[in-house]
């Protein structure tokens, strides 16, 4: 049964209404398939397969009952990560800070899931906190790429992205505040969606910046990242910045004639840093899209550059707020100490790893007295300057294609001892997310050692439909899917 894993989400819920197998049986071949990776890639924080047994019986049952009916996610085994909260399930965010909290409720993407009927396979791994661009800030262990090994998944959705490449869950469900869905997606070879903010609820996920966080889905294919986001989309009435607008039929813009469509080029997006084999990619992606009608034109984002310090600047600065509660009192494990500060400070300090602590000093530094008007306030007047850019461009074109990370996948440990040239992997995903505009990757090539490249299309708010036609049409006209490339992956068994 192993070749049910690589079916895509679609096929897997015609499997299960036609009786071809079970969803149990899927379950268990996933199962089997994660037992045979999980040694080498590590995708994981917490696996659970004695609960995903059960909800695959329960699956069975409402499919059984339902018949065609039932949610299209029903029955279908998917990961989260570990800092989406899931009742009576460990959520961790990968910190020791939180190595035994077990949440009573769950996130409202998660609830939406398992309304859906979906399998839980498993907590994903993730930087700490998703403080991270490798997943080699994980307080527990490093995820590795599954097309190679030796290198990183990306960050700081590592494990999410790696859970679907290698075949260890149909989807799986990250975050995204700088570019931690679309620079993993574009290093694992998959595709990934930082839906508009406000899109999808962020309720039940650990708070990091929350201005820019946002929920979205990795899956194997254009159309089943668009089943999912279906799935999660809409108004949740218990966080005030999610948005009612209505949810689309997402999977129906796959297909969808792109003819005439116009993309935008930023030139500030193919700048001296971007490897020559992604730059590469990237155009000839581009221009396929224009041999199938589609119109590119070069455009200007001129405030790009100001992008990296920007984010740090308002990032740090909700870090440092969001984190303030994890003090051993409110939230996270205590730690002893002689006096009530020795022991606040032995809980942070011991409770959070070096770039945590880094990024709350520098946040805490930003907010003090005589310098947030320096800093935090006119950062938030240069992220206006860049959604202006934003907002300009996209009034001209209907869609802007860039690359996603200046470079492939990196080796591990390659940049763990520099900081700010492991943030330059996300200094083309910043301004999108400080914009708040729905961001997309998908696979368009490989470098010459192999390593998976991504293309970003970025779109208006709410403009998800559009991507997903530019991002479908691309994908059904090459070859660069994950479906034709799993004999490029290198571990298990995947041909």
């Known amino acids: 049964m192993s070749e049910l894993t690589t079916l895509s989400i679609e096929a897997a819920a015609a ?74 399930v460990r959520t961790t965010a990968a910190s020791r800070m939180l190595e035994t909290y077990v949440p009573f409720y769950d996130a409202h993407v998660a609830q939406r899931l398992k309304d859906a009927g979906f399998v839980l396979t498993g907590k994903a791994n993730l930087d700490e906190f998703a403080m991270g661009s490798s997943t080699e800030t994980s307080a527990y262990h490093t995820t590795r790429n599954p097309f190679c090994p030796d290198c990183v998944p ?176 409110r939230y996270g494990v205590p730690r002893e100490g002689g006096t009530m500060w020795e022991a606040y400070s032995n809980t942070r300090g011991q409770g959070f790893g070096p770039e945590v602590q880094r990024r709350i000093m520098l946040g805490t530094y930003v907010l003090s007295a005589g310098y947030a008007e320096a800093y935090y306030v006119r950062a938030q007047k240069v992220r206006t300057l860049i959604r202006d850019d934003f907002a300009t461009a996209l009034a001209e074109v209907d869609a802007i294609a860039a690359p996603v990370s200046p470079t492939t996948a990196f080796r591990l440990g390659e940049r763990t001892d520099d900081p700010v040239v492991m943030y330059l ?19 368009c090539g490989f470098d010459g050692e192999g390593k998976p490249i991504g293309l970003q299309l970025m779109g208006a708010h709410w403009a998800e439909e559009t991507l997903f036609s530019l991002a479908y049409a691309l994908e059904q006209s090459t070859d660069w899917s994950l479906a034709a490339n799993r004999n490029r992956i290198r571990v298990g068994d995947a041909q």
């Open 15 to 88: 499997g299960l209404r036609a009786g071809e197998f079970t969803a149990a049986e899927l379950t268990e071949a996933v199962l089997a398939r994660s037992a045979a990776v999980e040694p080498t890639i590590g995708s994981y924080l917490l696996e659970t397969p004695e609960q995903a047994r059960a909800m695959a019986a329960a699956a069975d049952a409402r499919l059984r009952a339902e018949g065609d009916a039932a949610p299209l996610l029903c029955g279908i085994p998917g990961a989260l990560k570990d800092l989406i909260c899931t009742a009576g």
């Open 154 to 329: 990306g960050g700081s959705s590592g494990g999410s992205a790696s859970s679907v490449a290698a075949d260890q869950a149909f989807f799986s469900l990250g975050t995204d505040t700088g570019g931690s869905i679309r620079q993993p997606a574009s290093m694992c070879g998959v595709v990934g969606l930082k839906p508009t903010y406000g899109r999808v609820s962020r309720r039940g996920v650990m708070a990091m910046a929350s201005s820019l966080d946002q929920v979205g889905p990795f899956a194997r294919s254009v159309r089943d990242t668009a089943a999912v986001l279906e799935a999660i989309a809409g108004r949740d009435e218990l966080d005030a910045t999610s948005s009612a607008r209505p949810v689309p039929a997402y999977r129906e813009a796959c297909g969808r004639d792109v003819r005439g469509l116009k993309i935008g080029v930023p030139r500030e997006y193919f700048a001296e840093g971007v490897e020559p084999a992604v730059a590469a990619a990237v155009r000839a992606a581009v221009e396929q899209l224009v041999s199938l009608g589609a119109e590119a034109v070069e455009i200007s984002l001129p405030h790009t550059e100001y992008g990296m310090s920007t984010f740090y600047v308002l990032m740090s600065s909700e870090v440092s707020a969001n984190l303030a509660r994890f003090d051993g009192i």
């Open 425 to 443: 992997s996300d200094v083309l995903t910043l301004p999108c997310s400080l914009a708040g505009l729905p961001g997309l990757s998908v696979p």
